[in-house]
């Protein structure tokens, strides 16, 4: 395997209701990751794009994503219909082939555009379970239920990663919502869609994530402490809710022992978490020690879910820790999919 | 609804319905405002400096960058290429054969598709120069349908050299 | 090429046709992942990985298909990858899943495009109305008949090349049990006979509306030498995009498609494509993109390219046959149609093409284009290794 590292990472504003079309919102997120890489457009090899069609309720939606990259000549590009995260796990691939040095990955999406809990129904089995539209949060609600059932997640966890994601997110800055509320405070609050308060409910958002990746002595040029991705995985599991223990994230438990989270300490972890009982379900699925690893010190997804982008956001956040050497072993993972269905983890190294 | 044919698994038709809310843009905006005034706007690029109408999305796809000021266009211009359709559309009204051309305003650089009338289908051809025939005043939008179609200016074709690169 | 030589060992597909009303979205990716299985003789238990290829969700209304698909797949435990480039998602796929081998990351890749056009109103998705949009009055083939008009203007090429193209390849997928249409009576006076629907282009030189899917079993060097199949070796595979529109954009021959060829000779050490490739599987749904092609692909020289489709050059019996399993004119399910070209080419040198064999065939390619000609994804499969 080559080295590869994650050496520039960019997060446009996390917002809800932007007026500019999601090509308006690329193009300032590009420059910036260019920018702090410093390196042009053209010293790009690769280019990969993570979104969805659903989000802005146009087919092809990402062609008009082209035009923000300023594609002339033209370029070597391709898209996922994913999180921004599997993009990027699309170029580590490019650049493994020998193919390419440097790749320039992004995802985006405007949440405020369209219904995305109803909209997210629509990633179930069209014949049985999408005509029902059960939406995103009571899916979630059930594998909430499911896991407080099996004691494999607590709502005092649930309380305690929603206070801190909100702590973290007002230090973060470019988050939706924040708060300096303690776990007791938060369980006071009322129950709104069992076993859901509010605060274990994602706050939507719109927005994008760049992130440029590079091989062995050009990482070491673009950046003063690569962020080496020393392993990278990911797995699915089943997507019929009734299928899947929905107390644990099988997917997730493999694709961190492919990685070896667990082969030493893991000082910060950026999870993907959407809602707050995920916080638990995935340290427990990552064999985290909460004691020894700062987790998602970004404040993460649940206080600003860009989807297609917040997933390649916990790259670059934990990138971030790296390339400032708060951290010198982090852990980056993402999901998507109703209840953790699809995992992606990778090690990032500072040595 | 629903279709069962002999032993021929069932079919269900189930429609889909999501709401979305649409925005245009900054520079879009400029240029659909302008043609709520009856007006026809493009954006510049600040690199190539060349005029995009419509605006679309806001940035010029060669260089990747914004656009720049807005600049008036038009409102004459040359169709670079056609086609005569002869099949109906969806919702479509108009009496066939008609001609959809693709056409670059005086004073921009990126064509964009209108219809053309007020002459035989057989009579468009590359080159031709055509100006706008605009719907009534009071029912003006924000929208290119202000402009019912494009009409033959009656000026000499414009050269193939023109507008041979737009093509 | 990498480090990592990556074969094609089981292709498969569907039996296309306009209405698969007797199997689910699930059972018709199955019956062609299934096919490409049989023919490697290997099963799911056996995949590494699994990378999924199709055009816009809103075809089907299912949202990232690929999260329900998993079970359909028993890929539960396993990476399931989903690729979208428009209209060349079917090559763009099969490059990926090709690389996830070529890199060394994996030995063992299924990858399976599709499209279930009857289950959703493609007419609509394809052209859904946006809010202040410009007026659109031509449907789609009023996006590429202007282009084919300038192609004519420029290159001086008569009428009813067109035409000659299409019943070419009409003719050729009667003998593709595979192929969506069959229909063995076509003569050039009755291809011009047919009705004239965007000017310049005739009814018989646009292609139908499928539902199929393809899938291709991918392995490893050294998984591929224990291997008791025939087997196509991936020489080199590229990939090219340009923008939509912009000022001064040469839609009639883009630039990406050009330098995309150009980079793909280059991978595969290939100097003389005309000389050296055996057999083209080319995307073309609209008859007249054959001469394009084969001048923006380096085939033919610029504005000649109608020159060898009248001399017969692109004919099974010709000296480059392109299309000969009937092409995208005869069968198009959209997201699949790119990965049935590159499946096809693997067939060819593989000598399982039936019927439309060519003879000989050591070395082909495929193609797949898409939005507004600007996505390109191409590869080169021979019989040999090298």
């Known amino acids: 395997m080559r080295d590869v590292a994650i050496v520039a990472f960019s997060e446009g504003p ?50 008009s994503a082209v035009d ?32 390419a040095e440097v790749a320039l990955v992004f995802g985006n999406g405007k949440s405020s555009a369209g219904d995305m809990n109803r909209a997210l129904s629509l990633q179930q089995d069209p014949y049985t379970v999408a005509p029902l539209w059960p939406g995103m949060t009571a899916m979630e609600g059930l594998g909430a239920c499911a896991a407080l059932q099996a004691g494999t997640v607590t709502e005092r966890q649930m309380a305690e990663a929603a206070s801190r994601a909100r ?33 274990d409910i994602p706050a939507m958002a719109d927005g994008v994530s760049a992130v440029i990746i590079a091989t062995g002595d050009v990482a070491k040029k673009i950046a003063k402490r690569p962020a080496w991705i020393r392993a990278i995985d990911h797995r699915i599991d089943h997507q019929n809710l009734g299928w899947r223990d929905l107390a644990r994230s099988t997917s997730a438990a493999i694709a961190a022992s492919e990685v070896g989270v667990h082969k030493d300490k893991v000082d910060v972890a950026e999870l993907h978490t959407t809602f707050s009982h995920h916080e638990q379900l995935l340290i427990n699925a990552l064999q985290l020690r909460p004691d020894a690893t700062s987790i998602t010190p970004s404040g993460g997804a649940l206080v600003g879910n860009t989807l297609m982008a917040a997933g390649l956001s916990r790259f670059g956040h934990a990138a971030r820790s790296i390339f400032s050497g708060s951290a010198d072993r982090a852990v980056a993972h993402a999901q998507q999919g109703a209840c953790l269905q699809q995992n992606i983890v990778a090690v990032l190294e500072g040595n | ?64 960058v914004m656009l720049g000021e807005s600049v008036e266009v038009g409102p004459k211009g040359t169709i670079s290429t056609f086609c005569i359709v002869n099949v109906p559309f969806l919702g479509q009204t108009i009496k066939l054969p008609y001609v959809a051309a693709t056409i670059i305003l005086d004073g921009a650089h990126l064509g964009f598709s209108h219809l053309i009338q007020e002459c035989e289908a057989s009579e468009v051809r590359m080159g031709m120069r055509v100006e706008p025939v605009w719907r009534d005043k009071a029912e003006w939008d924000y929208s290119l349908e202000n402009i019912l179609y494009f009409k033959p200016s009656g000026e000499p074709d414009a050269p193939f050299d023109d507008y041979e690169r737009h093509l | ?34 096919r490409a299985l049989e023919a490697a003789g290997m099963t799911l238990a056996d995949i590494d990985a699994i990378v999924i290829g199709k055009a816009p969700d809103m075809l089907e ?89 300038s192609y004519m203007r420029r290159s001086g090429a008569p009428a009813h090349i067109g035409a000659m193209v299409a019943v070419k390849d009409r003719t050729n997928a009667c ?30 030189e646009t292609c139908p509306s499928s539902d199929g899917a393809a899938a291709l079993v991918m392995v490893s060097e050294d998984v591929a030498d224990t291997m008791n199949v025939p087997k196509a070796w991936v020489h080199s595979t590229a990939m090219r995009s340009e923008p939509t529109m912009f000022a001064g954009r040469n839609q009639v021959s883009p630039r990406a498609g050009e330098l995309c060829a150009e980079d793909l000779y280059r991978k595969a050490g290939i100097t003389n494509p005309l000389e050296e490739i055996d057999v083209c599987e ?54 699949a149609s790119g990965m049935i070209r590159f499946g096809e080419a693997a067939m060819q040198v593989m000598g399982l093409a039936g019927e439309h064999q060519i003879d000989g065939a050591r070395k082909a390619m495929g193609h797949a284009y898409g939005g507004g000609s600007q996505f390109f994804a191409m590869w080169i499969v021979g019989a040999d290794k090298n």
């Open chain 2, 1 to 64: 609804m629903s279709e069962k044919t002999g032993d021929k698994p069932l079919r269900v038709r189930m429609p889909i319905g999501i709401d979305y809310k649409w925005c245009a843009g900054p520079a879009s905006t400029d240029y659909l405002t302008g043609l709520k005034d009856g007006r026809l706007f493009g954006r510049r690029c600040p690199v190539c400096e060349l005029v995009y109408f419509p605006p679309r999305n806001g940035v010029c796809a060669r260089d990747g």
């Open chain 3, 61 to 149: 209304g299912v949202m990232m298909p690929e999260l329900w698909l998993t079970d359909a797949l028993a890929a539960s435990g396993k990476p399931v990858f989903r690729v979208h480039t428009a209209g060349s998602v079917g090559g763009s796929t099969a490059i990926v899943a090709a690389q996830h081998v070529m890199s060394g990351v994996h030995k063992r890749v299924l990858t399976v495009a599709f499209e279930k056009q009857s289950d959703g109103n493609a007419m609509w998705a394809l052209s859904v109305p946006t809010p202040f949009g410009v007026p659109v009055h031509a449907g789609a083939g009023g996006y590429f008949s202007p282009i084919i008009r």
């Open chain 3, 175 to 204: 003998k593709n049990p595979y192929a969506h249409l069959h229909e063995p009576d076509w003569t050039l006076e009755k291809a011009l006979e047919t009705p004239m629907l965007w000017d310049p282009v005739r009814f018989i």
């Open chain 3, 282 to 335: 080319v995307y073309v749904p609209f008859s007249w993109f054959e001469p394009m092609w084969l001048e923006n692909l380096g085939f033919a020289p610029r504005d000649h390219g109608w020159r060898f489709v009248e001399d017969g050059v692109t004919e099974m019996t010709g000296k480059l046959p392109f299309n000969p399993s009937g092409g995208v004119l005869s069968t198009n399910p959209i997201g």
């Open chain 3, 1 to 34: 090429m990498g480090a990592n030589r990556c074969a094609v060992v089981g292709v498969g597909q569907t039996n296309h046709t306009s209405v698969r009303a007797d199997v689910s979205i699930a059972g018709l990716v199955r019956e062609a992942v299934d």
């Open chain 1, 14 to 63: 996390v917002t809800f209701g932007s007026t500019s079309t999601p090509v308006e919102m690329i193009v300032p997120t590009v420059h910036d990751v260019l920018k702090q890489a410093g390196i042009e457009r053209t010293d790009v090899d690769f280019w990969c794009h993570g979104s969805c069609d659903y989000m802005t309720g146009q087919p092809f939606s990402f062609v």
């Open chain 1, 68 to 99: 923000a990259l300023g594609a002339w000549p033209p370029i070597i590009e391709s898209h996922v219909e994913m999180d921004g995260a599997w993009a990027l796990y699309e170029a580590w691939i490019k650049i493994q082939t020998g193919e």
């Open chain 1, 167 to 199: 702590r973290d997110g007002a230090k973060n800055g470019n988050v939706l919502v924040s708060g300096n509320e303690s776990a007791d405070e938060l369980l006071s609050r009322p129950v709104t869609a069992a076993p859901f308060r509010d605060h």
